[in-house]
């Protein structure tokens, strides 16, 4: 029988097995997500909203011990764990108190005696979704399209199928319709028959490049819409009048958030040849100084990684770019402890055709690439497939706005700060990051139909 393996990535042992769902068992929850639907899709926005608050309630009640699971199955601090858990809440209540003002319909001025644009749900929308942050990435789906009218069906990663589960008990305590939202246990091998079922009407899809696009294409092919949340190499440009003890800090937190596996961590640090020396410096002291430990001890800066052969591929780019001339000056060796540990890791003369100039490197390796000016930082920023995120650090607010508004290409760009996600701002990336937004009226906006009334 195929299952589907819980490892603990800070032990080695194995936590659960699930048996993977037979295509019996996916039909019958297609079907009933599609029942739900179609009485979901007739209940007010209004009426919606206290279902909604309700699974918020349920997360701030259960956090400690939803927080745990996750840290058990991927690893990441109980802190952020916490963290992760009170943002899925906010976000729920974020949706459940602007939904309405959202899809408010849009009186249009015509020659019609009324027009205008309303917003109606599509129906049962598939997310596929990654371990790395195993409740947020579903919830940010998930409060705008409940919310929306629509259904949810949720394909999680094969390493989080405890988390998977645990969000779908919490939408049944919250009291919605049986069936509405509910997780298939499915490899990815068998997202294409859900993809291609006739009430499956779109699909979402969090993850890396190689499966937004074997997704998208599918559904291309089935002419179902898809929005692509993908990787990022996101760029942090340290110009020369920055406050080089705050950008050092902040670049180091933003690199080793969640053991440096978040799309939108720093990854690639362009200090202009100005500041470059007293830059790496404090930046190194800054990394030197994390410690890498048990996730459930308080006092550890970063956890391992979610699995060991995440591991293998992150060591496998480090190795490359070695020999291509990078050089190491912090970690990049592999701990001989138990569990998926990767240290600290600072890579410089990062250049062109390596894996940590051209790649994501998704664990706690920064890439230090020397710019020789602001002209020049801004050209290797965009000199990435990556689309995703992007910060500068400058004193000069109108320099790092003009900068961050007008010349990164990028989903979002941050001045003086981290890139982070805001249930109140629009969320994606450009290029081979993805396309489509989440969060904000523009998450909501993706999977309705804006439909033109016209009456004559
Ligand atoms: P992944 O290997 O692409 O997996 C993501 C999801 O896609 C999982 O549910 C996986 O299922 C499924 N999947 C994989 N290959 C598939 C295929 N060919 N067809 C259908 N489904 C497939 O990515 P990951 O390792 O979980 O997550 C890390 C990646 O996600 C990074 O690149 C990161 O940057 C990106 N990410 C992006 C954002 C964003 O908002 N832009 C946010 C978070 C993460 P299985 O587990 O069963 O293989």
Not at 35 to 64: C, G, S, T, Y
Not at 66 to 80: D, F, N, P, Q, T
Not at 346 to 365: N, S
């Amino acid at each position: 029988m195929e299952t589907l393996q819980s490892v603990n990535p800070t032990t080695d042992a194995q936590i659960a097995s699930y048996t993977v769902m037979p295509d019996t068992e996916v039909e019958s929850r297609i079907q009933a997500a599609h029942q739900a639907f179609q009485h979901w899709r007739k209940v007010p926005i209004a009426e919606r909203a206290p279902f909604m608050k309700r699974a918020a309630d349920i997360l701030d009640q259960k956090r400690n011990e939803l927080a745990r699971l996750i840290s058990l199955e991927m690893g990441k601090l109980l802190s952020e764990s916490e963290a992760e858990i009170a943002k899925c809440a906010w976000v729920c209540r974020h949706y459940a108190e602007q939904a309405e003002v959202f899809l408010a319909p849009e009186r249009v001025q015509t020659d019609a005696v009324l027009s205008y644009v309303a917003y109606q749900p599509l129906g049962v929308i598939l997310a596929v979704m990654p371990w790395n942050f195993p409740f947020w990435q579903v919830f940010r789906f998930a409060a705008p399209g409940l919310m929306a009218g629509n259904a949810g069906l949720l394909k999680h990663a094969s390493n989080v199928t405890g988390c998977a589960r645990a969000i779908e008990s919490v939408f049944a305590e919250a009291g919605f319709p049986e069936g509405l939202f509910s997780h298939l246990a499915i490899p990815g091998s068998r997202v294409a028959g859900v993809i291609e079922h006739p009430l499956v009407k779109a699909v979402t899809l969090t993850g890396s490049e190689g499966a937004g696009s074997s997704v998208a294409a599918h559904a291309g092919k089935h002419i179902k819409k898809t929005v692509l949340e993908l990787g990022g190499s996101d760029a942090y440009l340290i110009l020369e009048d920055a406050d080089l003890d705050m950008a050092a800090e902040v670049c180091a937190y933003s690199r080793l958030l969640n053991a440096g596996q978040s799309c939108i961590g720093a990854k690639r640090f362009i200090p202009v040849a100005a500041v470059y020396d007293d830059f790496l410096e404090r930046f190194r002291a800054q990394m030197a100084e994390a410690i890498l430990g048990d996730p459930f001890d308080r006092t550890a800066d970063l956890g391992p990684l979610a699995r060991r052969d995440l591991r293998e591929q992150l060591h496998k780019q480090v190795q490359i770019s070695l020999q291509k001339g990078a050089q190491c000056i912090l970690g990049g060796t592999i701990p001989a402890s138990p569990g998926a540990f990767y240290p600290p890791t600072i890579l410089t003369e990062v250049a062109k055709g390596m894996p940590a100039y051209e790649e994501e490197l998704f664990g706690p390796v920064a890439s230090v690439i020397r710019a020789t000016d602001e002209n020049d930082a801004i050209r290797i920023a965009n000199d990435s497939a990556f689309g995703l995120g992007s910060a500068v650090f400058t004193q000069d607010l109108d320099r790092g706005e003009r900068i961050a508004a007008y010349h990164l290409e990028a989903g979002s760009s941050f001045v003086n700060t981290f890139v982070r996600s805001d249930p109140r701002l629009p969320f994606g990336g450009i290029k081979i990051s993805g396309y489509g937004r989440e969060l904000a009226r523009h998450g909501i906006l993706e999977f309705v139909n804006v439909k033109t009334v016209y009456i004559a």
